[in-house]
């Protein structure tokens, strides 16, 4: 069965939701203040099922959205998921200022199919109904709703005349409406919430994309909440699954109504991450006013409205009828990924200036002008290799996880796998782990290591090279994109490893044999008294080499972890500790808890060690002090 989401446009008192009633049978308004005045203030819903010519069964789902300029704002919660718009004009007044502002926001929303139709002909003879088709088709002309393209419909809802001849050219449009992916991510921006008597709190949306079952958990956008899904239903109907495109409405655990809202979205867990910052390709009507630099407007995207300052990129103005990227700030943080469309409108008075797509809801800071166009200009192209490409590039040597592409892009890894399987077979992408990198962002973090790396060395001769942990930190690397490099400079024979040093091929440190003996000294002397430790300073002064060096090879030992530093005064060996280590877990088998004294007795040492011995198991969490005891962890 496939779903399609109609939404209706146009004027108020033009005729939306009796057209609605007249095709399903459903009245929309459901609010007592709409059915009292008479007109629709908030969204309304109605469904329809249709057999296409084939025999392919078709859900129609119909949102009926208020056409008073002061609801417009209410309207734009609506059509921000549509497939299909009814295009509403009554026939005994033609176009009004709604229906213009209305095709304005269709336009911008880049609604792709629709239908114009003009209601009330039975109020208006067949000469004025002329003069209205013909003010129409013109009105038209050029846009996505053009008579060349889409049909003009005439009908009544309170005699029927047209309904039947509606409902076929709703199936022909319906059947060449692109389906929504059920298999991407799934996605539920949130219209309605409210608590229903046996059931709790139960929320409603059009499934933008992706599957939703019973027992699924999903994640609440912006707030971060999970919640469990205790029940489906697609267009008031209880089911298993609902499927990107339908109707939706899903009883969920885990969460109070006056925790959720219209404008959340409902999406998978810990896969996305709302923003408060958006690149965005923006389009202002010929109408609209020039916006200046840090112009504050009203964003509507989806179901979600917010304030936004508009950040112009280059350009000192962003002209009546032009397209210009820009940086918006949201006063809220909400979920937008590529792709969706927005509108705005002006901060005051409130009325529709523009609108365009979302290209980028993860900036980079700090990313220059000249490359952000660029990168800005790719992502408007909307092919996905390209666009993963520009992603990788944009984060240099430091690559792409999937987990980030999944969050920037709101793809499945399966769909970001495949897209990027060309540049890795030809080479100017690899894949080290879960991330990916630019052939020549390695050859340039490669580059930056041998030169940090031989730099280090030259300013530090006795220092054995430069930790490996140090190199990557000053590369600012992912550990499994350095380990990858730092394996492949070594077997090119570019840097060499010795331990946790890395150094220039033939340059790490060289001990003469005074020092290698005086070395080999010290470790002895410390491996030997085990926990009763000589004075470091002793040690050294019974050397045949300075202090200078002497206290060079200590520095050795200390990076090598074969001495370790328990406080300023007290040196112990590796060994030494790891036995006490040992002691202290077998007494925890008999007690999770020490005191000094036990420790005294344990560790066959008096206070002056047993105090800075405990201290250091404090810094190491083997222990943690709990007044005058200790608590093994």
């Not at 049978?25 to 329809?48: Q, S, V, Y």
């Not at 240099?396 to 999937?402: D, E, W």
């Not at 150094?503 to 002895?524: C, F, T």
């Amino acid at each position: 069965m496939k779903s399609v989401i109609i939404g209706t446009a146009g004027h108020i008192d033009h005729g939306k939701t009796a057209l609605v009633r007249a095709l399903t049978g459903i009245d929309a308004d459901r609010l007592e203040e709409e059915k009292r005045r008479g007109i629709t203030i908030d969204l309304g819903f109605a469904h329809l099922d249709l057999m296409a010519p084939d025999g392919t069964p078709l859900r129609l789902g119909f949102v009926d959205v208020p056409g008073h300029e002061r609801f417009v704002r209410n309207m734009l919660a609506g059509v921000g998921g549509i497939d299909l718009v009814l295009f509403v004009i009554a026939a005994d007044e033609s176009i009004k200022p709604q229906t213009r502002e209305h095709f304005d926001i269709c336009q911008l929303l880049a609604v792709q199919r629709g239908i114009t139709v003009l209601t009330k002909v039975d109020l208006v003879d067949q000469e004025t109904l002329g003069v209205v088709k013909m003010e129409v088709e013109d009105f038209l002309r050029g846009s996505f709703l053009d008579t060349n393209r889409a049909p003009i419909v005439c009908v009544s809802a309170k005699t029927g005349a047209g309904i039947a001849e509606l409902k076929q050219v709703i199936v022909e449009q319906a059947v060449s409406a692109n389906a929504r992916d059920s298999a991407a991510l799934p996605r539920l921006p949130i219209d309605r919430v409210f608590t229903m008597k046996g059931f709790g709190t139960v929320v409603t949306g059009t499934l933008l994309a992706g599957a939703v079952r019973k027992e699924d958990e999903l994640e609440v956008y912006p707030s971060g909440q999970r919640v469990r899904v205790r029940g489906v239903q697609v267009h008031e109907v209880s089911a298993d699954l609902a499927t990107a495109g339908q109707r939706t409405a899903l009883n969920l655990a885990g969460v109070d109504p006056s925790d959720l809202a219209r404008g959340m979205t409902l999406g998978p867990v810990a896969a996305l991450q709302a923003t408060d910052r958006v690149h965005v390709s923006l389009t202002l009507l010929s109408s609209a006013k020039p916006l200046k630099d840090r112009a504050r407007v009203h964003l509507h995207s989806q179901t979600m409205e917010t304030i936004a300052e508009i950040v112009l990129l280059r350009e000192a103005k962003a002209s009546a009828g032009g397209q210009v990227f820009v940086r918006l700030r949201l006063a809220d943080k909400a979920l937008l990924l590529p792709g969706d469309r927005f509108i705005v409108r002006q901060f005051s008075p409130v009325v529709t200036i523009g609108g365009g797509v979302v290209l980028d809801a993860a900036p980079v800071p700090k990313e220059k002008k000249g490359i952000l166009k660029a990168f800005l200009e790719t992502l408007s192209q909307g092919e996905p290799g390209a666009i993963l490409k520009a992603r990788i590039v944009r984060r240099s040597h430091r690559g792409l996880s999937i987990a980030q592409a999944v969050t920037e892009t709101g793809w499945r890894r399966e769909f970001i796998e495949i897209a990027l399987a060309s540049a890795i077979r030809d080479g100017s992408a690899v894949r080290i782990g879960s991330q990916f990198v630019l052939a020549n962002g390695i050859a340039v973090l490669s580059a930056s290591a041998m030169r940090v790396a031989g730099d280090f060395q030259k300013q530090n001769p006795l220092a054995g090279g430069m930790g490996k942990e140090q190199l990557r930190e000053n590369l600012h690397a992912s550990p499994e994109i350095f380990a990858y490099v730092l394996e492949q400079l070594v077997r090119e024979r570019k840097l060499a490893v010795s331990g946790e040093m890395v150094h220039p091929p033939g340059q790490g440190i060289v001990l003469k044999d005074e020092e290698a003996a005086s070395k080999e000294i010290i470790e002895s002397a410390f491996a030997t008294a085990g926990l009763k430790v000589p004075a470091l300073s002793d040690v050294l002064g019974g050397l045949k080499i300075d202090r200078v060096r002497a206290q060079k090879l200590v520095t050795l030992l200390l990076r090598d972890k074969i001495l370790i530093k328990v406080s300023d005064e007290l040196v112990f060996h590796r060994d030494a500790l790891a036995s006490l280590r040992s002691k202290i877990a077998a007494h925890k088998l008999k007690s999770s808890q020490i005191d000094v004294a036990v420790f005294k007795d344990l560790a066959g040492v008096s206070r002056k060690y047993a105090i800075p011995l405990l201290e250091y198991f404090d810094r190491e969490r083997v222990t943690r002090r709990d007044g005058d005891t200790r608590v093994i962890l």
